[in-house]
């Protein structure tokens, strides 16, 4: 059973930094993509960044790119969320899932979500 769940939330200046952690369980499987969402209010939930576990493959969404950058530790258990130079438009809450598909990040019948975690970028 894949559970996972996301932690390091919180609200931040403009420029700030912050970083999302996500404790993943239960995901099998030699190529498996996991990765971040976030959705504003209003707006439908979008991927941002997925990774291939066991690998260095990853993808970013243009809104996102040379800003964020998303990890894996060795084992799959905890992918992580670098997020720099935030932004307003960044405040959001922002989930990980797994797994996804690999080529556009879409969900798969079998995706699993966390709780969510929010983010606020705010002066």
């Known amino acids: 059973q894949v559970r996972l769940v996301e932690s390091g939330g919180g609200s931040v200046q403009p420029g700030g930094s912050l970083r999302l952690s996500c404790a993943v369980s239960?995901?099998?499987?030699?190529?498996?993509?996991m990765g971040w969402f976030r959705q504003s209010p209003g707006k439908e939930r979008e991927v941002i960044a997925y990774v291939l576990t066991g690998s260095s493959g990853t993808f970013y969404d243009k809104s996102v790119k040379g800003r964020f950058t998303v990890s894996q530790d060795n084992d799959r258990s905890t992918m992580d969320l670098q997020m720099n130079s935030l932004k307003p438009e960044d405040t959001a809450m922002y989930y990980c899932?797994?797994?996804?598909?690999?080529?556009?990040?879409?969900?798969?019948?079998?995706?699993?979500w966390g709780q969510g975690t929010q983010v606020t970028v705010s002066s």
């Open positions: 239960g995901v099998s499987g030699r190529s498996v993509c």
């Open positions: 899932a797994a797994p996804i598909s690999c080529g556009m990040g879409t969900l798969l019948l079998e995706t699993r």
